[in-house]
């Protein structure tokens, strides 16, 4: 995997194109019996072994009055299981040497190990005792802590955190009401007061089925003893149908108009942000508009940057990111004031970026660079074992293939100067986005920094 790697680094420096050489990784993709959807990356240069189990399900695929389930399964699933007591799964892990997490989306709820590659197993069995006998130890207390868990995440996330309530505000007027991507992955406090017992059953044993989930294994492992650890630890669960998941019915549109939104927090100065929608993450657009993104915005060498930090000096940071979904994605853009910017003056010169974006495509340069800098993030990725195993399962997720390397390059090669003004004239514009300005509180504002 490494030589690989670094052949196609060498490759990037060598040639003015960003196609790199057509590599093939170390996967296996395969299904059990009984539905399940399993990865093997064997990776002989490292030590250690991921195991991750991505579930098919986020809060876009919650119903309005049930929010936040996706991400108090989170919590849930480490509380314990029919043969692993409450607090028991930290301690066998790092007892063996590895560490764990989870995290949720719009798209997916996933549970991941770190290992020493001889304890592979370990985490496997873990896996699948909780998959299997979650419920074994599930009880109406087990929950209402957890849900007070989440609650205080809430406020911790985006409450008490400065500009952190507009996240959410922003999320919702983006997409309409009863969208998957309306739904706030955190949940509201009233759905989570309101979450029974039976319903919270109720959404695991729908969701949490093998026939659901994708198990992937990476780093230093023996393919063939894994194979037979997981079709034993796994293959016996029983068939269950694959439950009903939101699924783009209908082509990502851009608003229809504009969205201007204001709000106050505890801050120093104020903040902008501007975000728009985005063609699903298997569109092959999404290329041409994160090449678009980044010239825009990612990083110290952006034109948004170059612009609102160092020649007008109206920011102490701005930047614009892509966050690709299954249902639509959506292309932010967010600036910091300097103290004694005001948030009309910062506004105003993030919207006349945008236009003069518009006005201006971007050069053959620009894009070159741009191409270069995304292809180099995603070879860094797969170099990093944690952050390889999530790019696999996203690739899995989004393109049915988790060896999808000589495809994104392909895509990326593909680009060009035309493309990218393409896209961005039709998503990047100022008429189809949500503008958020967060001002201080007149407290905050008159006493500074918080």
Same mark, same amino acid.
Request: charged share 20%; glycine share 6%.
């Given at each position: 995997?490494?030589?690989?790697?670094?052949?196609?680094?060498?490759? #990037?420096?060598?040639?003015?194109?960003?196609?790199?050489?057509?590599?093939?990784?170390?996967?296996?993709?395969?299904?059990?019996?009984?539905?399940?959807?399993?990865?093997?990356?064997?990776?002989?240069?490292?030590?250690?072994?991921?195991? =991750?189990?991505?579930?098919?399900?986020?809060?876009?695929?919650?119903?309005?009055?049930?929010?936040?389930?996706?991400?108090?399964?989170?919590? %849930?699933?480490?509380?314990?299981?029919?043969?692993?007591?409450?607090?028991?799964?930290?301690?066998?892990?790092?007892?063996?040497?590895?560490?764990?997490?989870?995290?949720?989306?719009?798209?997916?709820?996933?549970?991941?190990?770190?290992?020493?590659?001889?304890?592979?197993?370990?985490?496997?069995?873990?896996?699948?005792?909780?998959?299997?006998?979650?419920?074994?130890?599930?009880?109406?207390?087990?929950?209402?802590?957890?849900?007070?868990?989440?609650?205080?995440?809430?406020?911790?996330?985006?409450?008490?955190?400065?500009?952190?309530?507009?996240?959410?505000?922003? &999320? &919702?007027?983006?997409?309409?009401?009863?969208?998957?991507?309306?739904?706030?992955?955190?949940?509201?406090?009233?759905?989570?007061?309101?979450?029974? %017992?039976?319903?919270?059953?109720?959404?695991?044993?729908?969701?949490?089925?093998?026939?659901?989930?994708?198990?992937?294994?990476?780093? !230093?492992?023996?393919?063939?003893?894994? !194979?037979?650890?997981?079709?034993? #630890?796994?293959?016996?669960?029983?068939?269950?149908?694959?439950?009903?998941?939101?699924?783009?019915?209908?082509?990502?549109?851009?608003?229809?108009?504009?969205?201007?939104?204001?709000?106050?927090?505890?801050?120093?100065?104020?903040?902008?942000?501007?975000?728009?929608?985005?063609?699903?993450?298997?569109?092959?657009?999404?290329?041409?508009?994160?090449?678009?993104?980044?010239?825009?915005?990612?990083?110290?060498?952006?034109?948004?940057?170059?612009?609102?930090?160092?020649?007008?000096?109206?920011?102490?940071?701005?930047?614009?990111?892509?966050?690709?979904?299954?249902?639509?994605?959506?292309?932010?853009?967010?600036?910091?004031?300097?103290?004694?910017?005001?948030?009309?003056?910062?506004?105003?010169?993030?919207?006349?970026?945008?236009?003069?974006?518009?006005?201006?495509?971007?050069?053959?340069? =620009?894009?070159?660079?741009?191409?270069?800098?995304?292809?180099?993030?995603? #070879?860094?990725?797969?170099?990093?074992?944690?952050?390889?195993?999530?790019?696999?399962?996203?690739?899995?997720?989004?393109?049915?293939?988790?060896?999808?390397?000589?495809?994104? &390059?392909?895509?990326?090669?593909?680009?060009?100067?035309?493309?990218?003004?393409?896209?961005?004239?039709?998503?990047? !514009?100022?008429?189809?986005?949500?503008?958020?300005?967060?001002?201080?509180?007149?407290?905050?504002?008159?006493?500074?920094?918080?």
């Amino acid at each position: 995997m490494r030589t690989l790697l670094l052949s196609a680094v060498l490759a #990037l420096t060598a040639t003015p194109a960003v196609a790199g050489p057509e590599a093939t990784l170390p996967v296996e993709h395969y299904r059990l019996a009984n539905g399940l959807e399993v990865i093997l990356a064997p990776d002989p240069s490292v030590t250690s072994a991921m195991v =991750e189990v991505w579930y098919h399900v986020g809060s876009k695929d919650e119903v309005i009055g049930k929010s936040g389930f996706a991400h108090l399964f989170e919590h %849930l699933m480490f509380e314990g299981s029919k043969h692993v007591p409450e607090g028991q799964f930290d301690l066998l892990l790092e007892r063996a040497g590895g560490w764990n997490n989870g995290t949720t989306n719009n798209d997916r709820t996933t549970y991941f190990e770190q290992v020493p590659g001889n304890q592979v197993t370990l985490a496997l069995w873990l896996e699948a005792d909780r998959m299997a006998g979650l419920w074994d130890a599930m009880n109406a207390d087990v929950l209402a802590n957890q849900r007070d868990v989440v609650k205080n995440e809430r406020r911790q996330s985006y409450e008490n955190r400065p500009y952190g309530v507009a996240a959410l505000t922003i &999320q &919702q007027a983006l997409w309409p009401k009863g969208h998957g991507n309306w739904n706030l992955t955190i949940g509201t406090m009233a759905d989570l007061d309101a979450a029974s %017992l039976a319903d919270v059953e109720a959404f695991w044993r729908t969701y949490y089925v093998p026939a659901n989930a994708t198990l992937l294994v990476a780093g !230093r492992f023996e393919p063939a003893a894994i !194979r037979a650890q997981i079709e034993r #630890l796994f293959g016996w669960m029983p068939t269950k149908p694959v439950p009903a998941r939101r699924t783009l019915d209908a082509p990502v549109a851009p608003l229809a108009q504009q969205v201007a939104l204001e709000t106050t927090d505890k801050v120093a100065v104020p903040k902008v942000i501007v975000t728009v929608r985005a063609p699903e993450a298997s569109a092959p657009e999404l290329n041409d508009l994160e090449v678009a993104t980044e010239v825009f915005g990612g990083g110290k060498t952006s034109r948004l940057y170059k612009r609102l930090v160092w020649k007008d000096r109206l920011a102490t940071d701005a930047y614009a990111y892509l966050n690709p979904q299954f249902l639509g994605s959506e292309l932010q853009i967010e600036a910091v004031a300097r103290p004694g910017v005001t948030a009309e003056a910062l506004r105003a010169a993030v919207l006349d970026e945008i236009a003069a974006f518009a006005a201006a495509p971007p050069t053959a340069a =620009e894009v070159e660079r741009a191409r270069r800098g995304l292809e180099v993030g995603l #070879l860094s990725t797969l170099e990093n074992l944690p952050s390889r195993i999530n790019q696999l399962a996203d690739w899995a997720a989004y393109f049915g293939d988790p060896d999808h390397l000589a495809e994104a &390059q392909a895509a990326l090669a593909a680009v060009t100067p035309a493309s990218v003004a393409a896209a961005a004239g039709r998503w990047l !514009r100022v008429d189809a986005a949500v503008v958020m300005v967060v001002r201080p509180e007149p407290a905050a504002a008159a006493g500074g920094a918080p």
